[in-house]
């Protein structure tokens, strides 16, 4: 028995029965559909969360003062004031998986330029700040270290600001603007960002060199928070230790229990975000996996319905030469065309409908290779679990009753 | 006729078992049927000749004896064996043609070499047009099965038996289903293929059918009653002619 001619008989008797043919992939094309769909979603849903958290760099590891201890009073984390621009020096000259590491200052300000003012927050940091927070400026330049060093005026300001203060598309490149009082030029403005995963306003900031904001606004001499970049991801928990020992040892504490500092990691928020978009993933597949199974015993139904209704025919095949196998292969090969024509079919249409849904919810989609090779797969499987059953029937049948049967 | 049996089977036995009654539907039958015969195969219903053309055709082995087809010990096959035997040395005709609805007669006729390797597109198409020129409905190859009349689907059913050029063509009932006029037309084909050399076992219960054959097996009780050589058969051409001519409808 060749192949071939099995594949044309499976082929012809699809085509003899069209709504028949239909109806079974029916099942199939939801099935796959949904799963397209349900993992675009899910799969568009995390990749969002995760680039959220990776516009604040991935690698990112962000050193906090503890709390300032007044009296036995105790006030927020990162409000203490124990932290200092050596310390930043000595993590940058000590730890060996840093890449990159900004000391932050923090405040906010009221900002002027001709009638208009802003309120916004001043975050003072050094050239390295941009290479962690992954910033970009596309429209003018970053200050220099020397222009940091000698607490130069100049400042980087955000889509918001310019927005607010100068109006919507206005050059405010070279425009001096006020800050409580003290002129700033605006060299530089951020790319546009949007808003965080947590709905605050990135672009509604302005940048300054570390010691203009540290000495000539808030006059001080200790630093809000450090951040810093690991080399990658995977030393990230090392340069973590590494950072933790430095910084006991400056601050000259023995038990890490009572370590006047925090550090956290990025992947450690991202993480917990990742996962519970991953498992939102799994679950819309489960559901989207369940329809394709219910669409494979539709494919089981209808294949039994049809082996009754053609036993005269497989009795007439057997006669005239069919193996047992033959008829087996036929049935099998008439499940697995529908089941991958439904797949095909299903691809499209899940492609469609993600992007519509894209389109209508705004929820971000991707449809990964992976996710299009699952459908197709489980479309095929299915196909072969639930045709299984039906052909073997048909090929157990004798040729004798097959024959007789009315 | 020559002396090589297509068919040579020596004390055939064949019982079913339903639950306790044990029924013996074939008692010892020894049967030969050589080259180019043409032989009906007659009897009451339950009388064996069912069973015989079962096991003749191997769809069905016997309880015990044996059976050679063409010189094979057909009980030493297994199942997918005797389904390239049924394949290549066997042509089936059946009382209700079974041909498969909504294909082409050419396709219907291709059926069986669809399931012989070695045939392949190209000659399949060929010799399917060959086997319905040979019954006379080349100009309707493309026509489905519900668009031919009774006689014609018969005789479809007649190409598909002949077309892998089996060593014998076996009819169960072929005009069963058929009116006397038609019924002579299908006889007049299988007394053609027979002319040319096909070797013809044919169950029918009607003696005016049997009258058409050289030789007629008579089964009683599950064993051969009466064998007898048909002294002058009748011609199908000539019997057609004295029928009187076909009513016209309009």
């Known amino acids: 028995m060749r192949f071939s001619n099995l594949i044309k008989i499976a082929y012809r008797s699809l085509m003899k029965n069209k709504l028949r043919t239909i109806l079974t992939m029916i099942g199939i094309i939801i099935g796959v559909a949904s799963i397209v769909t349900m993992m675009g979603i899910g799969e568009g849903s995390s990749s969002s969360i995760k680039s959220s958290f990776s516009s604040l760099g991935v690698n990112a590891i962000m050193i906090m003062p503890g709390a300032q201890n007044n009296g036995g009073v105790r006030s927020d984390a990162g409000t203490g004031q124990n932290m200092t621009v050596e310390d930043a020096d000595a993590i940058r000259e000590f730890c060996p998986d840093i890449s990159a590491l900004s000391p932050i200052v923090r405040t906010s300000a009221q900002t002027v330029y001709g009638s208009q003012n802003w309120h916004t927050s001043i975050f003072g940091v050094n050239t390295e700040y941009f290479t962690v927070r992954n910033l970009k400026i596309p429209k003018g330049t970053c200050f220099t270290m020397a222009e940091n060093k000698s607490s130069a005026k100049v400042c980087i300001i955000g889509e918001t600001v310019v927005t607010n203060l100068f109006g919507a598309g206005a050059n405010a490149l070279g425009q001096t603007i006020r800050i409580n009082k003290i002129p700033f030029r605006v060299i530089g403005i951020l790319e546009k960002k949007g808003q965080n995963s947590f709905g605050q306003d990135q672009d509604d900031v302005i940048l300054g060199p570390f010691y203009t904001v540290q000495k000539r606004m808030l006059g001080t001499t200790n630093v809000g928070q450090i951040i810093a970049s690991s080399t990658n991801e995977k030393v990230t928990n090392k340069a973590v230790d590494e950072i933790t020992e430095i910084l006991m040892q400056r601050h000259k504490i023995l038990d890490p229990e009572d370590a006047d500092f925090t550090i956290r990691t990025q992947s450690e928020i991202s993480n917990i975000f990742g996962s519970i978009s991953t498992v939102l993933g799994v679950l819309l597949t489960i559901m989207a996996f369940i329809s394709l199974i219910v669409g494979g015993i539709g494919i089981m139904n209808i294949m039994l319905v049809s082996i009754t209704e053609r036993t005269r025919e497989i009795g007439l095949r057997m006669a005239i030469g069919a193996k047992g196998k033959d008829i087996l292969l036929q049935f099998l090969i008439e499940a697995v065309f529908l089941s991958l024509i439904g797949g095909f079919i299903g691809l499209g249409l899940g492609v469609l409908f993600s992007n519509l849904v894209g389109l209508f919810a705004g929820w971000p989609i991707i449809i990964t290779t992976n996710s299009v090779i699952f459908a197709f797969g489980s479309a095929t499987f299915i196909g072969i679990i639930f045709g299984y059953l039906p052909a073997r029937k048909a090929a157990h049948m004798r040729p004798i009753e097959a024959l007789r049967y009315e | ?250």
């Open chain 2, 1 to 250: 006729m020559n002396d090589k049996p297509v068919i040579e089977t020596r004390d055939l036995t064949k019982t079913y078992t339903m639950g306790d009654i044990v029924v013996k539907a074939l008692r010892g039958t020894s049967l030969k049927i050589y080259e180019n015969e043409f032989v009906a195969i007659m009897g009451p219903s339950g009388s064996g000749k069912s069973t015989i053309m079962n096991i003749l055709g191997c769809l069905d082995v016997a309880t015990s004896g044996d059976y050679f087809l063409d010189g094979i010990d057909v009980k030493k096959n297994t199942a997918n064996q005797l389904a390239d035997l049924r394949n290549q040395k066997i042509g089936f005709v059946f009382q209700a043609y079974n041909l498969l609805p909504r294909t082409p007669a050419i396709e219907n006729v291709e059926l069986p070499m669809l399931y012989n390797p070695n045939i392949n597109a190209k000659e399949r198409r060929e010799r399917a047009l060959e086997a319905l020129r040979s019954v006379g409905l080349l100009e309707r190859a493309a026509s489905m099965p519900n668009q031919l009349s009774g006689g014609q689907q018969q005789r479809v059913a007649i190409a598909r038996a002949i077309v892998n050029d089996p060593v014998l063509i076996l009819a169960d009932e072929p005009t069963g289903n058929l009116d006397t006029r038609t019924s002579f037309e299908v006889m007049e084909i299988f007394q053609k293929m027979n002319a040319l050399g096909k070797t013809i076992a044919l169950v029918t219960h009607e003696p005016d059918i049997a009258e058409f054959t050289k030789r007629n097996v008579h089964f009683r009780d599950g064993s051969i009653f009466k064998d007898e050589m048909v002294a002058n058969p009748r011609n199908a051409t000539e019997e057609l002619k004295k029928l009187p001519p076909k009513e016209i409808t309009i």
